[in-house]
């Protein structure tokens, strides 16, 4: 049974407090930590927002939400009325004067606990918020700030977000949350690299033939087109989820689990990635738009029906071929794929072993395949290693790939919490591990800023795929023409 900790009191201030992210994950994420003994007695959650609701008005919409987005076996009445009890609401227009008095009087009332601003509004709005809580007193020795991706569209932009929030908050303040690390898959592969002696002697050049990183989402833009179409497949996924699961994967041994030595290390990786510019990202990248086809079984609209517009030229799938330029990785491609309208939605990382050198075994007693190590993040986190073994029963000697498998679902039953859940309450812990550094969402932006500007400059069209597809068929060729395979199960 695992231990929990209860975390020091706190005042979570959340910015957003009626949106999407507040109400599917957020909310329901604190009551989780709630029901299970880890916030302590007088605790707040303030919720701030332009609408126009009074501190019930608000208990009402958030014990909606519960009850929408908790699974009905988690929803205990009681938890649910405390939990109700810890918020409280601030209408306020975070451009406009007239909400910020009241929110500072009521946090002048637990003026000594650990205050969190949680970030849950459009970025456009992250530097005027740092500001209004900055010039208004309200940022004390034991405050942080939490910061949605995306944290900026460019390196520019980037700067300019960091830097405002740097006038108001150190860095040990700010917290950048990119949910993908807070999944337990995702510390686990640091626990698989890290914890045992069998795996890291292979995770090099010499054993480790590529990597494949897959980001899978049926959906498609829905209703956040418009957000989406300024965006783009790149930017939302590439810069941030995937190139921190990419340096989890390749990052030398930290020396302690402390933030700033994971940090330092995923950043040596973002320096050393191999810069994609000018005519050769036409050769290691492939963008794509998904066209009208089908998804879960029905027919599905493409991207500019989705959108209302008859052309944009905004990639809804990008696969690449990463090189890290170090001793440990030089000739070991990572190639990267992520999409909306793909098949399934899946994000899992594969780590693909060299092949034996020489096998001793008949040819008819079936293929030697080479070993693969495959992390699943969703939708069943868990483990697969592939190995071969003799298949089972009397006659020749026949071999057979299969997986050990350790769904962490079956292996243990126990609940597995939401990503949210453990990095808000990283937030009031103050410990930065699973965020992100500054530093290292600026030089994520360095290597992605040349694939984009080389994609503008070439005019290139995008590739079209059919909606309930693997994406363009050039994905696939990127991938085969160097002998492989994208990974299937
Ligand atoms: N939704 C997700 O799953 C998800 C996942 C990852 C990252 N994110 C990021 O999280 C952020 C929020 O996303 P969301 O989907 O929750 O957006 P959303 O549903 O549009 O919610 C935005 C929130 O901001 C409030 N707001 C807007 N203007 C305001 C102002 N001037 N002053 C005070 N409050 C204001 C809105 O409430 P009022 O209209 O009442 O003011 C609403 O509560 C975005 O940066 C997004 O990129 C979201």
Redesign the pocket.
């Known amino acids: 049974m695992t231990k929990l900790i209860p975390v020091p009191c706190f005042d979570y201030v959340v910015?957003?407090?009626?949106?999407?992210?507040?109400?599917?994950?957020l909310m329901p994420a604190l009551y989780h930590r709630l029901r299970d003994g880890q916030v302590l007695d007088g605790s707040r959650i303030v919720?701030?927002?332009?609408?126009d609701?009074s501190d019930d008005d608000y208990r009402a919409m958030i014990r909606e939400a519960l009850d929408q987005f908790l699974p009905e076996e988690d929803k205990d009445a009681e938890t649910i009325d405390s939990f109700l009890g810890m918020l409280r609401y601030v209408?306020?227009?975070?451009?406009?004067e007239a909400?910020w008095p009241r929110l500072k009087e009521l946090l002048e009332e637990g003026a000594d606990r650990v205050r969190a601003f949680y970030?849950?509004?459009?970025?456009d709005?992250?530097t005027?918020?740092c500001a209004g809580v900055g010039s208004r007193g309200l940022v004390t020795p034991q405050t942080r700030v939490v910061i949605?991706?995306?944290v900026g569209k460019d390196l520019a932009s980037a700067e300019q977000v960091n830097e405002a929030v740097g006038k108001v908050f150190t860095e040990e303040q700010v917290f950048r949350?990119d949910?993908y690390l807070g999944k337990e898959t995702v510390q686990n592969l640091m626990v698989l690299r890290f914890g045992n002696v069998l795996y890291e002697p292979l995770w090099n050049s010499a054993h480790v033939d590529h990597v494949q990183i897959t980001v899978g989402e049926t959906i498609g833009v829905g209703t956040?087109g418009g957000?989406y179409d300024t965006s783009g497949a790149l930017r939302d996924m590439v810069q941030n989820h995937m190139l921190q699961l990419l340096c989890l994967v390749a990052m030398e041994p930290p020396d302690s689990f402390e933030a700033n030595a994971v940090r330092d290390e995923k950043l040596k990786i973002l320096k050393a990635l191999k810069p994609i510019a000018g005519d050769n990202a036409d050769i290691v990248t492939v963008r794509g738009q998904y066209r009208a086809g089908a998804a879960n079984g029905n027919p599905a609209p493409g991207y500019l029906e989705e959108i209302g517009k008859d052309r944009s030229s905004t990639e809804t799938f990008v696969a690449l071929k990463a090189e890290i330029s170090n001793w440990r990785w030089a000739g070991v491609p990572f190639y990267l794929r992520t999409g909306k309208r793909l098949p399934t939605r899946v994000s899992e990382i594969v780590v693909a072993f060299k092949p034996i050198p020489h096998s001793i075994f008949p040819k008819d007693a079936g293929t030697v395949e080479a070993n693969r190590l495959v992390l699943r993040l969703q939708p069943d986190e868990g483990v697969k290693q592939w190995i071969m073994i003799k298949d089972p029963g009397p006659g020749g000697m026949r071999v057979r790939h299969v997986p050990l498998d350790m769904s962490f679902a079956d292996a243990f039953k126990v609940r597995h919490p939401d990503a949210y859940e453990r990095l808000l309450l990283d937030v009031v812990r103050g410990n930065q591990t699973l965020f992100m550094r500054r530093d290292e969402v600026e030089a994520a932006w360095r290597w992605i800023d040349p694939i984009r500007e080389a994609w503008e400059a070439s005019g290139t069209p995008l590739k079209p795929y059919v909606a309930g597809s693997w994406g363009p068929s050039a994905a696939i060729a990127l991938i085969e023409r160097d002998g492989r395979t994208w990974h299937e199960d």
């Open positions: 910015f957003g407090a009626t949106g999407d992210l507040a109400r599917r994950k919720g701030v927002s332009r609408r609701l209408a306020a227009d975070v451009g406009d909400g970030l849950a509004v459009g970025p709005l992250f005027e918020i949605e991706k995306p949350i949910h956040r957000y």
